[in-house]
């Protein structure tokens, strides 16, 4: 299951093998804050190309929700039931009784906390999936699904319930999710998808009766680093977990669609018998070439404190560089021509090409075709510019050069 911010992030994880996506709207989700969001009006479309390509849609309709939004809640809700959208991820009783009630599936979101078996059999007569909690570990994963199983947990449906958890993606410091430290400092809530994530900073400790400062400078004390569990998949898998969420609805499609891959890859390994830790941590590698903040198997292998990263932002070790946009495409012979806005690009350059049809195209640069003044070893700022390519592109694709994260000048 993989994260969509917008409609190139959603056609990255189908290129990645996601079986399905979930999103937000504008409002009552938890990146409501994010400049990446869908529309209502999208949800017709969003429903379309997943249906198109096999994949389930998830809208994510799960923030705190107030009396005022109740209306807004029932519209969103609603439009899910008509325009197709697979199912909505919830966490307020209001959403998951109306949703229920006018038939639309539920899944229950990891911000209700479920820890235990019997809050799953409470929520198992509204939904199919549940989300839980990112503080458990595997044993105590194991334990639930086995009781599941063993106990006959049936969902609306009438079949199991299937559980569902996070594998991969950014961690928060609060349990689930559930913090005030934005609300409290910036007045903008985490639960109302408005955090401005300042638990992410540097901070220095002032002794209150002399003032004397320390500044924390060996790590971020309260930022965790990324969970990653492609390492020890088979181990997760076996607890009976039915579904693996990748988190990053903030983040750009080349993560999502390297993230979906390499746990695409690493599962259809797992359930062919071939999966083993070695090929785990050559995955683990390729995904620190796209955004990450370090590594760590969260609380799933029984730690019970967080492993905090010693840097603000990214550790990938590629960054992209915006060079431009699209211009056309030539089928009949395979080139795609770009318009250089800004930096140089030279024969054997990795580009990186996004599009909300295009989804994620990474190339190397083999030959270049310069204005019109034929076979060049570099184009510069305003110059059009021709490669081939197998893959089409459209005006509404962004250019990037992928350059070295170590690389001061691009």
């Known amino acids: 299951m993989a994260p969509a911010g917008g409609f190139d992030s959603m056609m990255a994880a189908i290129q990645g093998g996601a079986d399905s996506i979930y999103f937000g709207v504008e409002q009552l989700n938890m990146r409501a804050r994010a400049s990446m969001n869908f529309t209502l009006d999208d949800l017709e479309e969003v429903a379309r190309i997943c249906n198109e390509n096999g994949v389930r849609s998830y809208l994510t309709l799960n923030t705190i929700i107030y009396e005022h939004d109740l209306s807004i809640m029932r519209r969103v809700v609603d439009r899910v039931k008509e325009s197709g959208i697979t199912a909505i991820i919830a966490s307020d009783q209001a959403v998951i009784a109306y949703a229920f009630r006018i038939g639309v599936e539920v899944h229950i979101s990891t911000q209700v906390n479920i820890t235990n078996a019997e809050t799953v059999r409470f929520y198992s007569t509204f939904a199919d999936v549940m989300v839980l909690s990112r503080e458990l570990s595997m044993v105590q994963m194991k334990t639930i699904c086995d009781t599941i199983k063993n106990e006959n947990i049936t969902g609306p449906s009438g079949e199991l319930v299937e559980v569902e958890v996070f594998a991969h993606g950014a961690l928060c410091m ?237």
Not at 210 to 222: Q, T
Not at 319 to 330: A, S, T
């Open 174 to 410: 609060a349990v689930s999710g559930k913090c005030y430290l934005s609300l409290h400092t910036q007045n903008s809530s985490a639960n109302r998808g408005a955090c401005v994530q300042n638990c992410r900073r540097k901070y220095k400790v002032i002794d209150i009766e002399d003032g004397h400062e320390l500044e924390i400078d060996n790590e971020y004390i309260m930022s965790p680093e990324d969970l990653c569990t492609i390492d020890f998949l088979d181990q997760l898998l076996d607890t009976g977990v039915k579904v693996l969420k990748i988190e990053g609805r903030g983040k750009g499609p080349e993560y999502v669609k390297t993230v979906a891959q390499c746990y695409r890859e690493a599962i259809d390994s797992y359930f062919e018998g071939t999966y083993t830790k070695e090929k785990g941590e050559q995955w683990k590698e390729r995904m620190t070439e796209v955004y990450n903040r370090g590594f760590w198997g969260g609380y799933y292998l029984g730690q019970e404190m967080g492993k905090w990263t010693d840097q603000h932002g990214s550790k990938a070790k590629t960054r992209k560089v915006f060079l431009g946009n699209g211009r056309r495409y030539f089928k009949n012979i395979q080139v795609a021509e770009f318009q250089l806005e800004t930096q140089k690009v030279k024969v054997g350059d990795k580009l990186l090409i996004t599009g909300p049809t295009t989804g994620v195209v990474e190339t190397v640069v083999e030959e270049l075709h310069v204005n019109d003044e034929g076979k060049k070893e570099m184009a510069v700022k305003g110059d059009t510019f021709s490669i081939k390519l197998d893959t089409q592109i459209r005006p509404s694709d962004k250019l990037y050069k992928l350059v070295d994260a170590e690389t001061v000048e691009a």
